[in-house]
């Protein structure tokens, strides 16, 4: 599921440590609430208390029996020029992209022009250990293939023969078949060999195979000059007075296949049910390719999720209730997989509390960034470092460039991105805090961890 490959990768830096104030005024899209189900009241209070409170910014939209039935919109598309977020605005896809590239092998397959289980080296024989490595290794994440460092790429050196080559240099992680880990890499191979199979760019096929056939208007390709439609700006928590910043964003080029696209909900929804239809979700027993397969509590889920640099999107579909839930959103926070299964349990008319986190608008003053700021330790190898402007507190874990800005609330501080919220003792005159409490998200168990300052 994908980036999550953005929070996944957050997730992963972050293993070692642990593991607008805006108005966000909703504008109603496609659903008349006062003529709707309670489900569906709820579930606007729901995304309504996290609005207010500036943790969400976005879409939800709600399909059951193939009828769109919810179909809301909160938030801003440019928190810094407050322009409103719509309901046909888009925004990047990240690792949903995955779920296309892998339709475009199979469809490629199906018309004879790939061969699932035949060796990588009868389309790429330069690349290392080819022979050993199929088209369904790449598709079911079983390679054994190391990522790129995205950094490190030239910047003249991006096309997709160009990316698979440095691919192909780095060592491998485990012999092909023989385990299974996420990867990106592996569908930037897959997207190559989608251009040498049909003979066109990569983005190209997709239109032509799938985008004017299902008659999406809003998606296309983030390296495209002129997007398709409204695009909404990626943002990630950061200080007033929007709460929210503009992040820097990788080359659209440099994820090809894994992360690359862009739509909106109503683009995602339709490709949500094609996609149900042309690879028989109803009857999954594994996870469909591009896909990820969750039988929780007996309710078959099939889902795609992308999170990264700003931009978080979602598509969850339950076959046996005709219920397709589709999420979109650019004020990045790890609580989305939370809001995400919460969207479907009150769709399926559960009820769950939003627990949202509104911010305290109030800088701290100079003692107080004095006093915070610093390094503290978990371990002799684990440690986070705090620094301080005039705006607040970021924190960075193990002397990473990847950092979370301290969302001023109530009982501490919310590390929006990361998860959780790091909370001090309190800080009286010139005793400055000797440690700090990192406290993760109820949802991945509430756990508390003390980072003591260095020194």
């Not at 109503?266 to 009857?283: G, H």
């Not at 991105?417 to 005159?429: D, K, L, N």
């Not at 109820?442 to 980072?451: E, H, I, K, N, Q």
Request: with cysteine; net charge negative; aromatic share 10%.
């Amino acid at each position: 599921m994908g980036n999550l490959t953005g929070f996944k990768t957050t997730l992963a830096l972050l293993s070692g440590v642990f593991a607008f104030v805006s108005a966000c005024s909703q504008q109603q899209a496609t659903s008349d609430v006062s003529a709707a189900p309670d489900w569906a009241t709820h579930l606007e209070s729901y995304f309504e208390a996290l609005a207010d409170s500036g943790e969400f910014s976005g879409v939800v939209l709600v399909r059951k029996d193939g009828e769109t039935q919810f179909h809301k919109v909160w938030g801003f598309a440019d928190f810094a020029a407050q322009r409103p977020f719509s309901a046909d605005a888009a925004v990047g896809l990240a690792s949903i992209t995955k779920s296309f590239t892998a339709a475009a092998v199979l469809q490629l397959a199906k018309e004879g022009k790939l061969d699932l289980d035949a060796p990588l080296a009868d389309w790429l024989p330069y690349f290392p250990n080819s022979e050993n490595i199929t088209i369904r290794h790449l598709l079911g994440h079983r390679a054994g293939l190391a990522e790129l460092s995205y950094a490190a790429v030239p910047a003249d050196a991006r096309e997709l023969e160009q990316l698979v080559r440095q691919i192909g240099a780095r060592p491998p992680l485990f012999p092909p078949g023989e385990n299974q880990r996420y990867s990106n890499a592996g569908y930037v191979i897959l997207a190559h060999l989608v251009e040498r199979a049909s003979d066109m760019a990569y983005a190209d096929y997709l239109a032509e195979a799938f985008f004017a056939s299902l008659e999406l208007s809003c998606i296309g390709d983030l390296g495209s000059p002129v997007p398709t439609c409204d695009l909404a700006a990626p943002h990630q928590p950061g200080p007033p007075p929007a709460y929210a910043f503009r992040p820097e964003r990788r080359d659209p080029a440099l994820l090809a296949g894994s992360g690359s696209l862009y739509a909106n909900a109503e683009a995602l929804a339709v490709w949500a049910d094609y996609a149900s239809q042309q690879f028989n979700f109803a009857d999954a027993e594994q996870a469909p390719y591009g896909w990820g397969l969750d039988e929780e509590n007996s309710v078959k889920t099939i889902f795609q999720l992308g999170i990264s640099e700003g931009y978080l999107a979602s598509i969850r579909v339950l076959p046996e209730d005709s219920l397709t839930i589709v999420m979109v959103g650019n004020l990045e926070n790890a609580r989305w997989i939370e809001w995400a299964e919460a969207a479907v349990a009150i769709s399926r008319g559960e009820i769950r509390d939003p627990a949202p986190r509104p911010i305290v608008d109030q800088a701290p003053s100079a003692d107080e960034r004095n006093c915070l700021a610093g390094r503290y330790l978990l371990d002799e190898s684990q440690f986070v470092d705090i620094s301080a402007d005039q705006n607040g507190f970021w924190l960075s874990p193990n002397g990473l460039s990847v950092r979370d800005y301290l969302t001023p609330v109530a009982d501490g501080y919310d590390l929006r991105r990361f998860g959780g919220r790091i909370e001090t003792p309190q800080m009286t005159g010139s005793e400055c805090p000797d440690e700090i409490y990192w406290r993760a998200l109820p949802y991945w168990g509430g756990d508390v961890r003390t980072f003591v300052r260095e020194g």
